[in-house]
């Protein structure tokens, strides 16, 4: 599994965007990066997946540039509802014997009013 | 929508004690998994389970067992509790072929004393 390192922490003001970016040197030809959110007392919520290039959702943007070594989660005009945890995870999952996930300790985003 | 369900929220048990956490998915999805998360570990895969009565281990899986007798639901068991494993406990479930995007249920959080 490819290991990846992001920002234990971060702060933003309410309606920036936000950027966190997410290293991964190691990352194999057939894995795919992953972003998963997690708020306080719940479970981590998948919130976008993407090979290369750009993919956007209604919650997030996800840009991974060609040589896939690192990869940037956009959220547009954060809220006070957007503090929580988010993961970044490399992997192919859909093979058989790859199913498992490694979350690392994530990204702390706290939003100030 | 889909749903992972987890029996309890919160369980307080006593050191020795069997202690059984149970997950319930409807979304007829193969793959299951329990994980716990503990203050600056993350989230730490215990066992994940691809079939009915197939189960393999994760990082974790001494002083657990895993049971699944149905394909939607997927149990956890401490054989004899202890304090180290105080923690939140996550189940969550995937499709096969696409373990990277799963989708968790709300934890449970279990204290040992």
């Known amino acids: 599994l490819a290991k990846t390192t992001q920002p234990i922490s971060m702060d933003s003001y309410e309606g920036q965007e936000v950027n966190i970016t997410c290293s991964h040197n190691?990352?194999?030809?057939?894995?795919?990066i992953t972003w998963y959110q997690q708020f306080p007392s719940q479970g981590p919520r998948f919130i976008i997946q993407?090979?290369?290039t750009k993919v956007t959702n209604e919650v997030a943007s996800l840009f991974i540039p060609a040589d896939r070594k690192s990869s940037t989660l956009s959220l547009p005009r954060v809220s006070l509802s957007d503090t929580a945890v988010y993961y970044c995870?490399?992997?192919?999952?859909?093979?058989?014997?790859?199913?498992?996930?490694?979350f690392g300790t994530g990204t702390r985003l706290t939003i100030i009013p | 929508d889909v749903k992972v369900t987890q029996s309890s929220r919160y369980l307080v048990k006593r050191t020795g004690e069997k202690v059984f956490l149970e997950c319930v998915q409807d979304?007829?999805?193969?793959?299951m998994f329990w994980y716990r998360q503990d203050p600056g570990l993350g989230l730490r895969l215990i066992y994940f389970?691809?079939?009915?009565?197939?189960?393999e281990k994760g990082d974790i899986p001494e002083g657990y067992s895993v049971s699944r007798e149905k394909k939607e639901r997927f149990s956890l068991i401490l054989e004899s509790a202890s304090t180290n494993q105080t923690s939140m406990y996550l189940c969550?479930?995937?499709?096969?072929?696409?373990?990277?995007?799963?989708?968790f249920g709300p934890g449970t959080r279990l204290t040992v004393t």
């Open positions: 969550a479930s995937s499709r096969i072929g696409d373990s990277y995007e799963q989708y």
């Open positions: 190691n990352i194999a030809t057939n894995d795919y």
């Open positions: 993407g090979y290369k």
């Open positions: 995870l490399v992997g192919d999952g859909r093979n058989f014997g790859n199913e498992k996930l490694t």
């Open positions: 979304m007829d999805h193969e793959n």
């Open positions: 389970s691809y079939d009915v009565k197939m189960k």
